[in-house]
């Protein structure tokens, strides 16, 4: 969607400005609510409620950042305040294992010595914010600058968590055994 064409927009949005963020944008934040709920009942919900106050907050969008990644902040703000309301740390789900894998650990003969479930183990380890930065990055392939509009973090925070995040992966697949390095 042509975010100009947003902003020139009075700070009133319309049923068709608000019915075309919904059909660019909808199943992206369905699939990121679910990747971080494991619930697609509670994704929905949350789907919902960013959707019903994407009129009222469009006042604070300036268009420093694509749409896209403004709709991600509030999706994961939303996400986040759920998980800590129901106190529980909902794991990311089936996230590219592949890749994440080959970033946190190695070569894919390293990663076929890998029982099945440890990476999900490590994932789930990880707080919910650094599990779907993670998912975001290497699953979604977003850039450090999407990133960037999305955490609102600087580059070298981002930069310096996703390492810290893989580090901690690749040792807690070393300490628990199931890796013959």
């Not at 020139?8 to 909808?26: G, H």
């Not at 998980?83 to 990663?111: P, V």
Request: one cysteine or more.
């Amino acid at each position: 969607m042509d975010q100009k064409w947003l902003l020139n927009k009075p700070k009133q949005m319309s049923r068709e400005t608000l019915a075309a963020l919904w059909y660019a944008e909808s199943q992206k934040l369905l699939t990121l609510a679910y990747r971080m709920l494991k619930n697609r009942d509670e994704a929905e919900d949350i789907l919902m409620d960013v959707f019903v106050s994407v009129p009222t907050a469009i006042q604070n969008f300036r268009g420093e950042a694509a749409i896209s990644s403004w709709l991600y902040r509030m999706t994961i703000n939303a996400c986040l305040m759920k998980i800590r309301k129901a106190k529980r740390h909902a794991e990311l789900e089936e996230i590219n294992f592949d890749y994440i894998q080959e970033q946190s650990i190695g070569t894919k003969e390293e990663k076929e010595e890998l029982k099945p479930g440890i990476l999900n183990d490590a994932l789930n380890a990880l707080p919910a914010d650094t599990r779907s930065m993670i998912w975001l990055k290497d699953a979604e392939n977003l850039s450090i600058e999407e990133l960037v509009d999305i955490f609102l973090m600087p580059s070298g925070t981002i930069k310096a968590r996703l390492s810290r995040a893989r580090a901690f992966i690749r040792n807690f697949i070393q300490r628990s055994g199931e890796y013959a390095r």
